[in-house]
């Protein structure tokens, strides 16, 4: 009940393309869902993050798509770019307890 | 303003010894939260402090512990390495708790391999 899923596992958009990385999780006490990006040899990085009163939040080019009732929430990266290319976690945290659950991570590559 | 900084970055072990991290976080931010990364686990929480108390731990053995100053700097140490401790120890800090109020910012990590 604690875990994230996370799909796919690895994903090759062209510039230009939209990017989809999918999560799931269970434990509907879950209350902050954040997107993290990390590139090769540095830490996590936040990329985004919606509550559940939320369905939609966009930030530039990053829009996070959130469905409560089928406890589901996505990633979507418009107009990717090579730029891009790095691992994407989602995760999922409840109140109070300071500690995030992360997806299994997306290797996304973006092709010139 | 500096960001979480992490030392050592790179070091190597072998089986059964013991290995202290230590963390300082960004200027002001009071909670410290340790992750451990593989390829084949992922990011996995271990222990958040704040205030210098643990306030949450991860599934992990005993032989994972950690502490936090004084001045919100964290250390955290292994006892008894396993090959399977080979990891990437991420620190991350945030002004409140962390996870659920606030971005957690992640340095750089400590990659620890273990022989």
């Known amino acids: 009940q604690q875990q994230v899923k996370q799909s796919p596992q690895s994903l090759i958009v062209q510039k230009g393309g939209i990017s989809i990385i999918n999560c799931a999780y269970e434990?509907?006490?879950?209350?902050?869902f954040p997107w993290y990006q990390q590139f090769p040899g540095k830490g996590p990085a936040l990329l985004i993050a919606i509550r559940p009163d939320v369905s939609e939040k966009k930030e530039g080019r990053f829009t996070i798509s959130f469905n409560k009732s089928a406890k589901q929430f996505s990633l979507h990266i418009m107009d990717s770019q090579p730029g891009d290319s790095a691992t994407y976690f989602c995760a999922a945290s409840m109140s109070n307890t300071g500690k995030l659950i992360f997806g299994q991570g997306t290797t996304l590559q973006v092709k010139p | 303003k500096a960001g979480v900084t992490q030392t050592p970055r790179y070091l190597i072990k072998t089986r059964g010894q013991q290995v202290t991290l230590s963390c300082s976080p960004i200027s002001g931010h009071r909670s410290v939260s340790w992750y451990q990364q593989t390829p084949g686990q992922g990011l996995q929480f271990l222990f958040e402090y704040f205030s210098e108390t643990q306030r949450n731990k991860g599934n992990f053995p005993g032989r994972f512990s950690g502490r936090q100053f004084s001045n919100s700097r964290s250390e955290m140490n292994v006892s008894t390495l396993e090959l399977g401790d080979s990891a990437l120890y991420l620190c991350?800090?945030?002004?409140?708790?962390?996870?659920?109020?606030?971005?957690?910012?992640f340095g750089e990590g400590s990659r620890l391999t273990v022989l």
């Open positions: 434990n509907t006490a879950f209350d902050y």
């Open positions: 991350a800090s945030s002004f409140n708790r962390g996870g659920n109020t606030g971005e957690l910012f």
